[in-house]
């Protein structure tokens, strides 16, 4: 299907085709709740990527929407159900794998049952601290009904032979970790089962943003997680700019793309750090963190934070960066990335490090395809997906980058792939930065109310965002679903069948965040 109509025509839609649907745009489909799974078969085939789950709660009864972004610049899909109290969605789970913990959150959090789906409850609450029936999504939610009691918590051993164990690894680590527990299960040396359980630090960002001003709901969520702080915020802002129709300069835009891919650079030399340091390597992980600390530098100074917090605004920039500043910040950018490509040079020649990471942690395409992975994690398997790209933003439209990929899904590949994205936001730096058009870097954003949705290709995956406002321009309901939440889902599959010692290093090449569950 290569056309919207032959797509709307296969989802059975009777809603004519737009005449012409500008790139960006989001296409509404009302369905009933009974033809949800035939539409989710169908846009699966079609290689559509869900985004997620957005829940709102209208009165007494619900509302599901699911995004959904499409190849070939095709608008995004959202199909949109309305749920009445007490009622159940059939799960799109066993059609689209991809949704499922998206659905086993909603349950969690709003209460709303997803018949068919195979397991639900004890996930973002866990038991052990949340009672039964407490939902802190919903409008009559107090805090006393956390107050319950709770349910004891056993992990669960999965492999029942004679001489097999279950490990824990966490929640608690040392260092700055965030909380998050593996359980593996082994008869020996090799990981048998994996299960994966976050989660620990339930912080309800999306509740706190309710009755919020955009600025103050950006600063929030801009906090989700710092290493992704601009990529986060600057999602956020597109949905409130949509849902409030606020236009934004183009030097406003060109910025934004400049400021995402410094942040990616950053990112991704932290990522390649923590894989030297899975691997004991003391010299080269101790030369990658410099370069982290350089990059953070230079933003400091640029930008006035280490991690860009406060630079994004409702209707483009907090602040403006002038042409001869943006030309230095990306030479500067790029000579830190020539020293990272130095070091990283060395390290594919170690045959002692790469022996390490080579066909460890595989992550094949079927899987990534059924997961719905995201961003290096999803591209190093085959999974060619960056919203950059396939659904363009900010400046990505003019300033196309190169899409880093690779088949094999093992460690080695992953790395690959940050490192040649690293090296792609070095290049697309001083060209961002020589095509700064003249003019403002803050628009006027309307007070009205609205909903819209937000994108961005985060340095982990996919960012996006939903915002619906009131009257009064504050926010009513923010939905915020970060590349980790699609990441995590499969990161089990990567550490079973290899050694507990590689373990630390398949978790580091994942490059993911804990702090972005626990919104």
């Keep these: 299907m290569n056309t919207l109509a032959e797509l709307l025509h296969a989802l059975e839609c009777d809603a004519a085709v737009p005449a012409a649907i500008e790139s960006g745009a989001v296409l509404a489909l009302p369905l009933p709740a009974a033809r949800l799974p ?8 079609s290689q559509a990527h869900l985004a997620g789950i957005v ?9 599901l929407r699911y995004p959904f972004w499409l190849p070939r ?10 749920v009445a109290p007490g009622g159940t969605v059939p799960s799109i789970s066993p059609r689209l794998f991809a949704a499922d913990w998206h659905e086993r959150e909603i349950e969690d959090l709003f209460g709303l049952i997803f018949s068919n789906h195979p397991f639900l409850g004890n996930f973002v609450l866990h038991d052990e601290v949340w009672p039964e029936q407490a939902f802190p999504m919903r409008h009559d939610f107090a805090f006393t009904d956390a107050d319950g009691a709770p349910s004891p918590y056993q992990p669960q051993q999965m492999l029942q032979a004679e001489g097999a164990f279950l490990m824990p690894v966490g929640p608690v680590y040392g260092g700055v970790s965030e909380a998050g527990q593996f359980l593996l299960d082994t008869l020996g040396e090799e990981i048998t089962h994996c299960q994966t359980r976050l989660f620990y630090k339930y912080r309800g960002i999306e509740k706190r943003a309710e009755g919020m001003v955009a600025a103050d709901a950006l600063l929030l969520v801009e906090r989700m997680n710092g290493t992704n702080a601009f990529a986060h915020a600057l999602a956020a802002a597109q949905a409130i700019e949509r849902a409030c129709d606020c236009s934004v300069p183009a030097r406003a835009q060109t910025l934004r793309s400049f400021w995402a891919e410094l942040e990616r650079l950053r990112s991704h030399a932290a990522t390649i750090a923590g894989l030297c340091k899975s691997t004991a390597l003391a010299v080269p992980t101790s030369l990658a963190y410099q370069r982290v600390e350089e990059l953070l530098r230079l933003s400091g100074r640029h930008a006035g934070h280490r991690y860009l917090f406060g630079l994004i605004a409702a209707g483009g920039l907090a602040f403006d960066l002038d042409d001869a500043a943006a030309r230095e910040l990306a030479a500067q950018a790029q000579a830190v990335a020539r020293r990272l490509a130095d070091l990283a040079e060395e ?3 170690d045959n002692s490090f790469i022996d390490r990471l080579e066909e460890v942690g595989v992550i094949d395409a079927k899987v990534a395809r059924r997961y719905g992975l995201v961003g290096p994690v999803g591209r190093a398997a085959g999974h060619v997906s960056d919203l950059r790209r396939e659904q363009p933003y900010a400046a990505y439209a003019e300033c196309t980058p190169r899409v880093a990929q690779a088949a094999e899904g093992d460690n080695l590949a992953r790395l690959r792939v940050f490192l040649d994205e690293a090296a792609e936001s070095a290049r697309l730096l001083p060209l961002l930065a020589t095509q700064l058009p003249a003019g403002t870097v803050r628009g006027t ?41 699609a990441n995590w889902h499969a990161y089990h ?27």
């Design 73 to 82: 610049g095709l608008p995004w899909l959202e199909l949109v159900i309305d």
């Design 347 to 349: 390290l594919l020649f």
């Design 55 to 63: 829940c709102e709660q209208r009165n007494g009864s619900f509302a």
């Design 38 to 45: 035939h539409a989710a078969h169908v846009l699966a085939r």
């Design 493 to 519: 599959l990567a550490a079973e069948r290899f050694a507990f010692q590689d373990f630390p290093i398949t978790l580091a090449s994942f490059g993911l965040s804990m702090a972005e569950q626990d919104r």
């Design 445 to 485: 954003c309307a007070t009205r109310a609205g909903a819209g949705l937000g994108w961005t290709e985060a340095p982990a995956g996919a960012s996006t965002c939903f915002a619906r406002l009131d009257a009064d321009g504050r926010i009513a309901r923010l939905r915020l679903m970060p590349p980790a939440f």
